[in-house]
């Protein structure tokens, strides 16, 4: 009996996470597949509730949908704690957390009905947290692996000009706070440092801009050197992506005749004609 | 007769597709310079037409101009198809698109006259498909091959960063409708995420920001984050379009010595004087 | 007598400037906290006196935590003018003007508190000047000293795009003030120049801008051109941050056996296993 | 007689255009910080002019002081143009037209006084066309001949680049406005190609932007894909400006050992520590 409850939860485990296996892609398709779909629905209610106001017929359709997903995603979250080795590892990974927090709104509304009172807030956090479902579609992702582990080799580079740029930009909002001030559009200090953040990478919303001589003059110079400043992190991001690709291409082996370097779209062995491994597989 | 025909069609074929020939060239040349001008005239009505009414005789004229141009390219389009060595493969072809489309407007205008009782639309519709007669004009650009080629080796990675970044923005124009709300804007989750691409990439319009104070910090972190992460896809097609060039460069040989790698504005071979091939040609 | 003072001064020294030792470390990492915090406290007394009006409680309590702020930098101010070599010398440092510069605002309203009068004004100074103890963390980063020194390798050429990027945009304003004029909003030489920097930097704050087809038309050729001329700079200064860091890792060598070249994120020798001193140190 | 013009026609050249010898730098110098006070002058004139009207006091000295510039850059075209040894052709340069334009408007306004009634207009031209005199400083760069020669060498890929980027510019522009029309702010065809260079550069001023949702969609589209697109000029022009500065630099050769490749910040040869020449002399 024990043995065929492990063999089960053995076999589960290979088809939920293991994307070596054929079954396991395809499960792992399967659910990103739902979790697109299940997105796709929540952005036309969302569109739809946007303009009219919903008939009852239309409101039980979407009720229901939400409730058949929710059924779907407990299922696939239960199927997974309960088949990973160290099912409380999973609840607390960030996996875990993700699989959970999308299915608890509905949940949470069940158990505490008041807070549809509060209709139109809770109603769009349930949205936005449901939407969070389309994180879901990373784990389709392995070759992310690569830029996640360019950002730690580079966290020290990264974390030392993020800190230099937020230095910089509390600078510069405090200049600008003191040159042009709260008639301006500048009323506190806050608002000054997000102004100094959406100048600074150029996104320019225009909702808080310099009035004063002064204040334009500082704007521009800030401009001109920020500019160059913030790219850095870009930079140095890039490098360690191209150094990251680079070594997955070397690491890339002729099963057959052992040679290394691979174009990426290679799919056979320039030098023997074996069929190669994917980029990233052994 | 029929080996007469079937030279017309061969000289024909030479003459509108090869651009190896010199009729050819200049056949294509001309074809380029027609679509260019039945574009300036559409831009030089649409430009009046938006500031005074049209009097019945410039009415007149601009109407005539645009048959004759639609007569002209329905020529070309007839001949194109034609000498095509499998002409049901060109009317399917993203060429035999684009030289179809930009003659239907005045056939379905005609055939369809009910049509212009829905004056603005209809003409407005008409004008924006005869611009895309300019897209003829990339028949010029046969270096173009080479991005068009940059893309299709890193398509891979374009989608998969492509695809990152579509589920950031999703999540990061949910996480913003969630704070933010209708009342500041953020209507429904569409309208969160395309605030979220014109955030991210830095265009910024202004016409939907974040008030609250929390959405403004939410917002400054994801312009700082989502600014490193958006190159990289810009970084990726450079870095390909590059090794392109590069090859390119190294396919260039001198026809008498044998040289390679010859500077991009050179004409003659740096080795034994003999003029070189254009780049791209053989 | 005079050998304790100097062994005091000495010791002093060690703690408040020296980062090799490990109590200077701690100082360093002290201090950086205490302006920290102080500068978050100028932020939430900001960002409340921007909603509300204080009552006198909350008044005194701010009046009272910034005395306290300013006395321990004060304390800091005197340690370090006294234990530096030459005292004369950091008072005229960059250091020296912004530790003097923190503590000013307070003393000059107690001495001056007439002030006090041009209530707003005086008190968004005091707070804007309160806000630069920031920049004493930049004292927590020495590897910023690569990219100054980057800047400083790359002044000539760096100048030399800074003017010719000047250059550009007073051109460029002169052209759009003659263009459009004071009813589009170019009211004068200074804003015209103003604008071009918020547009070719891609700011593109919306505040000002052209109106009539030629300004557009001018505005639009600005914009392609001027794209392609601002990145300049930042390729220079990426460029030499590249060639700064890439020195440093050289200059890194293994203690024991003397190999160079280590990974940045290395801690060991890869040759002898021996450990590394970090990047930057000796 | 003869030979004294000669002469001193010849000194003069020297003077004016030769920058190897030290009364040529001097000269050059001294022009250009003469350009950059007029143009300061006229900054200050506009700036004040935009704030109050004129006391006839203070019409009268800016008056003045214009005379004054006017007559010392006359005497400067003449010297240059007399002194170079073809002086038609230099009439018909670029620098040429830049001298003669910037003194041209006080001459036309004392020929042709009447266009003083049409004041604002004539007003605003000459104080535009006078502030070109900023260009003058061009002189005093001639390190960016090597940009001038890096734009020149990559000349066929730029226009290649700046030709697709319009066609795809105009197409889109084409696409919004059949998708948004008149009443969304795409009044005409011209209008909408503005639109899509300010989205596209992500200049992003917000005075036209989308408003149905299908828009918004093609609109984000544009953007991501855009983004990439526009961006690779750039790539192009850094790519050449490191070659030419590569190449730079291997030229500088030391006078007495021929050693190549100095540091740009080396004045001094690292093998025999001769006296370097300066970057681009001989």
Redesign the interface.
């Known amino acids: 009996m024990k043995g065929k409850h492990y063999h089960l939860r053995q076999s589960l485990y290979h088809v939920l996470f293991d994307q070596r296996t054929r079954s396991g892609r395809r499960s792992e398709v399967l659910w990103g597949l739902l979790a697109l779909l299940s ?1 796709i629905t ?2 036309i209610e ?2 739809i ?2 303009q009219v106001t919903f008939t009852p017929t239309q409101w039980r359709l979407f009720i229901a949908i939400e409730i058949g997903f929710t059924l779907v995603f407990t299922v696939e979250y239960l199927l997974r704690v309960l088949t990973w080795p160290q099912p409380v590892r999973y609840v607390f990974s960030f996996w875990g957390f993700i699989d959970l927090a999308t299915i608890l709104p509905l949940y949470v509304l069940w158990l505490w009905p008041e807070l549809a009172i509060h209709y ?2 809770a109603w ?2 349930m ?3 449901r ?2 479902r ?2 879901k ?2 784990r389709l ?1 392995p ?2 692996n690569s ?1 996640w582990r360019a950002v730690v ?1 580079a966290r ?2 990264l974390i ?1 000009f ?4 937020a ?1 910089v930009l ?2 510069a ?3 600008m ?2 040159i042009e ?2 008639v301006n559009g500048f ?5 000054s ?2 102004w100094a ?3 600074v ?7 808080i ?1 310099p009035h004063t ?1 002064l204040g ?2 500082v ?2 110079l800030l ?2 050197i920020g ?9 140095i ?3 360690q ?2 150094a990251e690709l680079q070594r997955k291409r070397l690491e890339r082996k002729c099963p057959h005749c052992h040679q290394q370097d691979h174009e ?2 290679a799919h056979f062995c320039k030098s023997c004609g074996a069929k190669l491994p994917g980029i990233g597989e052994k």
Do not use: C, E
Not at 162 to 165: H, N, P, Q, R
Not at 187 to 191: D, E, K, Q
Not at 201 to 207: F, I, P, W
């Open positions: 997105v929540v952005f969302s569109s509730g946007s139109f807030f769009r956090a949205r936005a947290i939407v969070l389309i994180l579609l990373l992702m070759a992310l830029l080799n020290h580079q030392l993020y800190a230099f740029i230095i509390v600078t909002g405090a200049m706070y003191g001030g709260a009323t506190s200090l806050g608002v440092v997000y953040v959406v100048t990478a150029t996104v320019g919303y225009g909702d801009t001589p334009r003059l704007a521009s401009i001109l500019y160059s400043v913030i790219a850095i992190p870009t930079g991001l890039t490098a992506m191209t990426p779209n």
